[in-house]
């Protein structure tokens, strides 16, 4: 096989994993063409976060912060073993973010990319390339204490929550957007071929229902940057910040497979590092940098002579002109310990805030399942897959209501959408167990086991239509899934402006019924904040944010095998 | 300067400013009112239909109410249908039909939140037995309706037994003019009004403000938008409907019925397994005899007794033509 096939196959492999990558978050969605085998039960028919399981960095960290390592988290050996004999292949051959910045990167541009010496230029090893090594410590470091913050800048989670909570979402608005445009140019056969064709690319790439999402701009602007920053330095992330990336270079010091160099036949033509892609200097007279190669093989490739091989036990030829191959990590010790120590230091930073910001936060409702808010936090990456699955669109991630600590994690907005009683989607799709999988038995209970609640509901009496507007409704009531219901009515009398009697039935809520689903919240016709809200109080995942002292002594199952 | 380029960055000054002048004179618009009521945003295709019956004529040799009470759900309904004139009277051949369960809720079959899924695969396939051309399942569900479809058990009845079962989708919607006291102009789901039959099949149940969601409250399914407001009359919002939207045929589903916790119930200790099936042509007086299954009669039932006041049908379903078959 010659190298320009391998490099091909580079490329088919790129493509390859990206498309599955891109496959597994579009699966990632209820769908109704399929047989539950049992329909009380809907479960995915895919893996769907199968990706994320792969990923070396979120299983580090979260044993890390939590202790174990959760379910197909176990797959991740599947690429750190590899990496310890060959490098790391990962991020030239499988990441998803990184073919993406290995393509944006790869896109000609007179005005911003360098291009030729210059070029050649900013493909040597550059001094900012350490810093992602010293942001996986600070990460690994707040882990080591119990605060997960490696989804910020964990490529797959990263990937992930951007294309499930902006990019599928904006193409949706867009699509729909443009065949309402051409609905509207006043010709009506444009208008039908414009239908026809978003009829057939939607069902392959949107979903059922637009979804949309808060703090969509923050997630946005941040994936556009990194793929911006690409047309400066190529594959700027991948050199300089990605932690995943640190990790495997930090793990690929140990590889059998590596660069030789020959130093009689090159020619100093400068080609090999042109194509570079990792920034690991690969010409004849630098230090090949093993922890920074993406093993994309465009060295070569394209080395006409035939000077740079890529081989098992290369041979280390070092000569004073040619300090070859080390597969030394160019970080001082004494940043590496200061960045643990950042890290450390970061844990009570972000949990010493007063409590009331988040444990406290009624706004804050948890998915169905979730853990403890300590735990929560040990473990969540914030992949958004638990806000793409959601059929009701209810989840979304949080800008600063889980505080600084929780950023873009999940939290229920019951005006947007309600939590299905029966549906435990979200449970299934999480790759770390931040947010437990239910059975129907333990979301819904039954008569010796109590519901998973996600809070309570309250009546805004100043606002609902009986009790302040002597108007009748009883749409809460209506909605209201537990059985007995939990919003129950009392017939009474209001009087109106004129003091007419208004035979009204007026809700209440009855706090040992109410799982905090939010269906009440999302029914009522007051439709900017409604009359009737459900805040976290009473969630099974909190001992403390309890109000009823029966409830206390109750015991929930879930509850149970978090402890 | 140049007199030439003098002449040429002057030149181009005022025709930009001409163009700009010019733009926003026509774009400017004095009404306001006008402007405002193009950006209202009505997201539905503004169709207005006249009238949605979709009645057979009267025959006076016929009962307008039959009822079979049988443990075998699809004898039920066959026996109480032919009672009533059989599927040939209804459905002609070449006649597309939509069939209207209520697949509001997302619950499954034994909860009696929705309509028997046996009932309704029966149902088409009967209509396709009858010749129909094309029988359509579907409903606007109050929960995530993929989810209802599903639990309900009816779009996996409804398609096996040849029905394009189907969700509504956004764009699905026509703007309608009800024509009613208290319902104007609403979103209507096209498959209720681009269809040469309509068969309505609810479930009886409970409800705490109308007191029971039979056949003239199921047609709350056909509906989009704000639906959430009905509840503040919804006596006169359900005859509105009802003199709006005149089914075929009403077929309701009393082998199960919810007495106690509607429209969603949930629980099996709500559930009276009645094993009824009623067809009928007046959906007054089946309503007014469905009811009794909940413990009430038609005179207690406000939407009811003004359905009747409104002409649409009579309470008193003995009067009207009623009559109980066996097997």
Same mark, same amino acid.
């Given at each position: ?11 088919? #492999?790129?493509?390859? &994993? ?57 797959? #991740? ?46 493909? *040597? ?43 599928? !979402?904006?193409? *949706? ?37 637009? #979804? ?30 990605? !932690? ?6 930090? &793990?690929?010091?140990? #590889? ?15 080609l090999c590092g042109l194509n570079c892609q990792g920034g690991d200097d690969p010409e004849i007279g630098r230090k090949w940098r093993q922890a920074e190669c993406h093993l994309c093989l465009n060295c070569q490739a394209a080395c006409p002579e035939g000077s740079l091989k890529f081989k098992f036990f290369p041979q280390q030829i070092v000569t004073p002109a040619n300090p070859a191959g080390t597969p030394e990590i160019n970080i001082s010790r004494r940043k590496a310990t200061m960045s643990v120590a950042a890290g450390l230091a970061l844990f009570p930073l972000l949990r010493s805030g007063d409590a009331f910001e988040v444990n406290a936060n009624p706004l804050l409702i948890r998915p169905p399942g979730s853990l403890a808010e300590p735990s929560f936090a040990a473990k969540c990456i914030r992949c958004g897959q638990c806000m793409r699955v959601c059929p009701n669109n209810a989840l979304h991630p949080t800008l600063l209501e889980a505080g600084l600590e929780g950023m873009w994690s999940p939290y229920l907005i019951a005006r947007i959408g309600y939590c299905e009683p029966t549906c435990t989607l979200c449970g299934q799709v999480c790759p770390t167990g931040a947010i437990m999988e239910l059975s129907l038995k333990e979301k819904v209970g039954d008569k010796d086991t109590p519901p998973n609640r996600i809070g309570t509901a309250f009546i805004d009496r100043g606002r609902c239509l009986p009790w302040a507007m002597a108007t009748p409704c009883i749409v809460c009531e209506e909605w209201c899934p537990t059985s007995p219901k939990a919003v129950y009515l009392k017939d009474e009398i209001a009087y109106d402006s004129k003091g007419n009697e208004v035979p009204v039935k007026r809700p209440y809520v009855d706090p040992y019924l109410c ?49 | ?11 181009? @000054? ?40 979709? +009645?057979? =004529?009267?025959? =006076? ?25 059989? %599927? ?56 995530? =309706? ?14 096996? @037994? ?110 009276? %397994? ?5 067809? @009928? ?17 038609? +005179? ?28």
């Open positions: 096989m010659t190298i320009k096939t391998v490099r091909n196959l580079r490329r088919v #492999s790129q493509i390859l &994993f990206f498309a599955v990558f891109f496959w597994l978050i579009l699966k990632t969605t209820f769908e109704v063409n399929f047989n539950p085998t049992d329909p009380t039960e809907i479960m995915l028919p895919y893996p769907v976060s199968i990706a994320l399981e792969f990923d070396p960095l979120v299983a580090i960290a979260t044993v890390l912060s939590s202790g174990t390592l959760y379910k197909g988290l176990l797959w #991740s050996l599947v690429i750190l073993i590899p990496t310890i004999f060959i490098g790391r292949f990962f991020c030239g051959w499988v990441c998803p973010l990184g073919s993406l910045n290995h393509w944006v990167s790869e896109i000609p541009s007179e005005r911003l990319n360098h291009r030729g010496a210059g070029k050649i230029r900013s493909n *040597h090893y550059k001094k900012y390339q350490r810093i992602k090594y010293y942001i996986l410590l600070v990460f690994l470091g707040a882990a080591l204490l119990g605060t997960l913050q490696i989804g910020l800048l964990d490529p797959l989670a990263l990937l992930a929550r951007s294309i499930g909570t902006v990019v599928l !979402p904006v193409t *949706h608005t867009a699509l729909a957007g443009l065949v309402d445009w051409f609905k509207g140019l006043g010709y009506p056969p444009l208008g039908k071929l414009a239908q026809g064709v978003y009829d057939i690319i939607a069902p392959l790439l949107l979903t059922y229902r637009q #979804s949309f999402f808060h703090t969509i701009l923050t997630i946005g602007t941040l994936f556009l940057f990194i793929l911006i920053l690409n047309r400066i330095f190529t594959r700027f992330w991948c050199r300089g910040i990605c !932690p995943l990336g640190a990790l495997l270079g930090i &793990f690929s010091r140990f #590889s059998l497979f590596g660069l030789q160099k020959d130093e009689q036949s090159c020619t100093h033509c400068g799982t905090g689903c939010g269906a009440c919240e999302f029914a009522c016709p007051i439709s900017d904040r409604a009359a009737i809200y459900v805040t976290s109080a009473g969630e099974t995942r909190s001992v403390d944010n309890q109000f009823l002292l029966e409830r206390n002594r109750k015991k929930s199952p879930v509850r149970d095998r978090q402890a | 300067m140049q007199r030439r380029e003098f002449i040429k960055k002057t030149g181009k @000054a005022v025709a930009l400013a001409a163009a700009a002048g010019g733009a926003g004179l026509l774009l400017h618009n004095r009404d306001a009112g006008a402007l405002l009521s193009a950006h209202s945003g009505d997201r539905y295709t503004p169709v207005f239909v006249p009238s949605s019956s979709f +009645e057979v =004529p009267p025959d =006076p040799t016929l009962p307008k109410v039959t009822l079979c009470h049988e443990a075998d759900a699809v004898k039920a309904l066959n026996y109480s249908l032919d009672a009533i004139g059989g %599927i040939k009277r209804f459905v002609k051949s070449g006649e597309k039909v939509t069939v209207k369960p209520n697949i509001g809720w997302d619950r499954a079959p034994e909860q009696a939140a929705n309509t028997n899924p046996l009932l309704v695969a029966e149902m088409v396939r009967l209509c396709l037995e009858a010749g129909a051309s094309e029988v359509i399942v579907t409903d606007i569900s109050c929960n995530e =309706p993929r989810r209802c479809f599903l639990r309900s058990g009816i779009r996996n009845a409804a398609e096996s @037994a040849g029905a394009r079962v189907l969700l509504p989708r956004e764009e699905d919607y026509f703007s309608t003019d009800i024509n009613g006291e208290l319902l104007t102009v609403w979103p209507v789901l096209k498959y209720f009004l681009k269809t040469d039959r309509l068969i309505n099949m609810p479930i009886v149940k409970h409800h705490s403000m109308s007191a029971c969601t039979i056949g003239m409250k199921n047609l709350y399914g056909i509906l989009g938008g704000r639906r959430n407001q009905l509840h503040q009359r919804i006596d006169q919002s359900i005859v509105d409907l009802a003199a709006f939207c005149r089914p075929t045929l009403t077929v309701v589903d009393a082998t199960r019925v919810l007495l106690r916790n509607g429209p969603t119930g949930g629980s099996l200790d709500d559930v009276a %397994i009645e094993n009824t099936v009623l067809c @009928a042509t007046d959906q007054v007086a089946a309503d007014s005899r469905a009811v009794e299954f909940l413990g009430l009669t038609g +005179e207690r039932v406000g939407h009811i007794v003004l359905a009747e006041k409104s002409g649409l049908g009579s309470i008193d379903y003995r009067a009207a033509g009623y009559r109980e078959v066996t097997v």
